[in-house]
């Protein structure tokens, strides 16, 4: 049997085979953040098509935390029967489910939460939405840290088999832990040990919800891609040393932030046309030559958070490592596990144009995945209009 196909135990969550959906915006709530049957269908597709662990996109934890249209909620109780029901239908199909908890930070959006999106610094303008952040206070920092705890508690109600922290792709946990978003000098910030304080209250305040059995997973940037110097792979290494310390059940590596340095998390096509609708008419001109600008920047390199997570490896005894980041071949998925470099193949676009690539694999029906890395998917769900589905040629 296929390395691929054997179980893999993360704290006291068992998965059967080696395959996780990465967390990925499916632009499939309802303007409330309420799940809706169409969100429920596609992780009912996926645990069907044998994905061992599905991850639903990130859902966010406080109402100034909302990133996007349609992004799925989980900060108030209300919105618990809505979460059941997804984790009911994963079950029923005999896969399992854990919830990504996530808070927007300054990659908030202005028009969604009604002010100035919050982060550890008032830093320059976001270059694609043009919203300018304050800088979080203490009491608002420490709300923050609780409202991932009752989130957490939300999850545990639903009965999801765990929660994963986003402290990627400069969402606010990223943002804490990151220099170049992270400038105070105050006890969240100034050093290495400080800009980790946010993510250890978050943890240390989520643990004392989750009961046994329940996974805790992070999802950690290994390069933040910033203008200037951000979370790098050596403070990766650092900071991955001490989750572990912390007690976490799994670690995902990951990279690039949405506001600064999207392609680098995206690497492959540049559908210009399709990123452009996002933009008002008067930002199109500008917008046009910064996209055509990236063309041959970011071609596909399959495993490319694969070094990153050579260096996190040594550090992390025994704790799972789950690798994302353009693999596409079962061989190289095969070549990563049998040597070491990884315990999980987390994948996002593949799983959107084919939810059943898994038992695909299992039965020999295929060796590599169809997508080709287009990224009209991700373009489609920019505005928060489009559902998330595969928009490229069949």
Known sequence: MSILFTPIKMGGLEIKNRFIQSATYECLSDTKGEVTDELIRRYRNLAQGEVGLSIPGHMYVHPLGQGHGHQTGIHHDGLVPGLRKL?????????????????????????????????????????????????????????????????????????????????AHGYLINEFLSPFFNCREDEWGGSDENRFRFLKEVVL?????????RALLIKLNTHDHTPRPGVTPSLAVRYARWLVELGIDGLEVSCGTS????????????????????????????????????????????????????????????????????????????????????????????????PFIVKKFREGKADAVACVSCNKCAASVIKNEMPLRCYGSS
Do not use: C
């Open 87 to 167: 984790v009911e239908a994963v079950h029923h199909e005999g896969g399992k489910i854990v919830f990504q908890l996530g808070h927007g930070g300054l990659q908030s959006h202005k028009s969604i939460i009604g002010r100035s999106p919050l982060g550890p610094s008032a830093i320059k303008t976001d270059p694609l939405a043009f919203f300018k952040p304050k800088a979080m206070r203490g009491e608002e920092i420490q709300e923050a840290i609780q409202a991932f705890g009752q989130a957490a508690s939300r999850a545990v109600e639903a009965g999801a088999d765990g929660v994963q922290l986003h402290a």
């Open 259 to 354: 506001a600064f340095s999207p392609m680098n998390s995206l690497r492959g096509g540049i559908p210009v046309e399709d990123f452009l609708r996002s933009f008002p008419w008067w930002k199109k001109p500008l917008g046009r030559l910064m996209i055509k600008k990236w063309i041959g920047q970011y071609n596909l390199e399959e495993g490319y958070n694969l070094e990153a997570a050579k260096m996190i490896r040594p550090v992390l005894n025994g704790i799972p490592l789950l690798l994302v980041g353009g693999l596409r071949t079962k061989a190289k998925m095969e070549e990563i596990l049998e040597n070491n470099y990884a315990d999980g193949i987390s994948m996002s676009r593949p799983f959107i144009r084919e």
């Open 205 to 213: 305040t989520v643990k004392k919800v989750l009961p046994d059995g």
